[in-house]
């Protein structure tokens, strides 16, 4: 089987164009969370005059609407971000396509080519779950465009990295590799690492805003920054939360789909290969994530904190051990 040359060309160029899109899509939702900012300072300003006007009447404040649902309403930026995104997403898509008919098979057999569609996957998942809240009017505080930012941000970062240093020529599966098992037990792989990665987004936003409304209970200076437009910090951890009960059992099939495999390619179900272990070390850290907070009623910080060590566990799974540990995974590397 040749390598198409000329496709694979092509998919770099579109890969490259995909990066432009995401670019400026990151620029118009950073625009749109300081419109955020500019609204909820106009809000404060509104409540300060208003308490002032009370306190001279000897009368209630009147009754404001809360910061997360400004997030609601008309945002141009937001809209013009998700647009973009999905330019970005359709160039993206055929940058993977491409790079797959240019070698005739699926496009995941190194490094490179699980983080290009594996960001694919990221972006994918977000704009499916923006059109999930169009379709119901942004209703129930369901509107995630303010993830846009941090979102795109390591979509972004991965790609730039892709590009930089795990790129590889297109060309043929190694023997282990060309297998039916390599769509499935990877793609689900993709789907599971994609919720993980917008978990762990919201999650950081959950510490920052928790962070904010504690100075706030406290009495002390907040200032006026973004985070103020978007939700609570309780909602947030409910989002998180949703977001990584579905990557687990996602993640809970990828761990069997992949023993399946490795008993038809090395006759053994489990041998604790390099990244089997850390396979097991991320199900093991989520699993402890999930356990807490349903068990022990873990929720806020505590819980956020488990989670952010089962993103871990999932980056160095990538990074540190497809490049440095020796085992029989290692023709998935660089």
Known sequence: ????????????????????????????????????????????????????????AGGAVA??????????????????????????????LGSVVTRGFSVDRVPWGNMFEFAVTGCLVVTG???AALVHARRNGFAGGRD?????????????????????????????????????????????????????????STTVLQLVQDSRETRQREGRRTGVSFMAALPSAQELERTSARLHAVAFVLWTFTIIAGAIWAQKAWSRYWGWDAKEVWSFVIWVAYAAYLHARATRGWDGRRAAYLSMV?????????TIVNIYFVGLHSYAGV
């Not at 670019?23 to 509104?46: H, N, P, S, W, Y």
């Open 1 to 56: 089987m040749s390598v198409d040359e000329n496709l694979a060309g092509i998919s770099n160029v579109l890969l490259y164009g995909a990066m432009t899109a995401y670019v400026v899509a990151m620029i118009a939702f950073a625009l749109d969370l300081a419109d955020g900012q500019r609204t909820a300072k106009g809000e404060a300003a509104r409540r300060a005059r208003l308490e002032r006007e009370a306190a001279k």
């Open 63 to 92: 009754t404001l609407p809360p910061p997360a649902a400004l997030a609601r309403g008309r945002r141009r930026a937001a809209a013009v971000a998700t647009s973009v995104l999905g330019v970005a997403f359709l160039l993206h």
């Open 125 to 127: 998942v977000f704009l």
């Open 144 to 200: 995630l465009r303010y993830l846009g930012t941090f979102v795109v941000g390591p979509v972004l970062l991965t790609l730039g990295l892709a590009l930089r240093a795990w790129y590889v020529e297109a060309a043929e599966l190694v023997p282990a590799l060309d297998s039916y098992w390599l769509i499935i037990h990877v793609a689900v792989a993709f789907l599971a690492s994609a919720l993980f990665t917008i978990g762990f």
């Open 310 to 318: 089962g993103f871990t566990c999932l980056v160095a799974n990538f």
